[in-house]
């Protein structure tokens, strides 16, 4: 059974800096890629960032270029977001998700991804 979790939420400062990890388990598959998604109240769900097994490429949204970073842990299965200059407008529940196959990192479509994680809070406070 695959499995995300999500940790390292929490409330911060503008200008702040926190880094999530997405623990996953349960994967026995060649290809895939994890994605960070973010969901603020009455907003749409919209990726974040994407990094691909295949070849370690990276995809970041232009709201977060710059600042976030993806990377990954193969050793601890593990793949983490750093994020760094942290605003307001950052503020969202995050989610990784993980699509299981074949893929494209970008354009991030919700739909593409087969398992998620439950979500962790990040609170940028002004």
């Known amino acids: 059974e695959v499995q995300l979790v999500e940790s390292g939420g929490g409330l911060v400062q503008a200008g702040g800096s926190l880094r999530l990890s997405c623990a996953a388990s349960?994967?026995?598959?060649?290809?895939?890629?994890i994605g960070w998604f973010r969901q603020a109240p009455g907003k749409e769900r919209e990726g974040v960032s994407c990094?691909?097994?295949?070849?370690?490429?990276?995809y970041y949204a232009d709201s977060v270029k710059g600042r976030f970073t993806i990377s990954s842990d193969n050793a601890k299965n593990t793949v983490y977001l750093q994020m760094n200059t942290l605003k307001p407008e950052d503020t969202a529940i995050y989610y990784c998700?993980?699509?299981?196959?074949?893929?494209?990192?970008?354009?991030?479509?919700?739909?593409?991804?087969?398992?998620w994680g439950q979500g962790t809070q990040v609170t940028v406070s002004s």
């Open positions: 990094i691909s097994s295949t070849d370690g490429s990276t």
């Open positions: 349960g994967f026995t598959f060649d290809h895939y890629a």
């Open positions: 998700a993980a699509i299981t196959g074949p893929h494209t990192i970008a354009p991030m479509h919700r739909d593409d991804y087969d398992y």
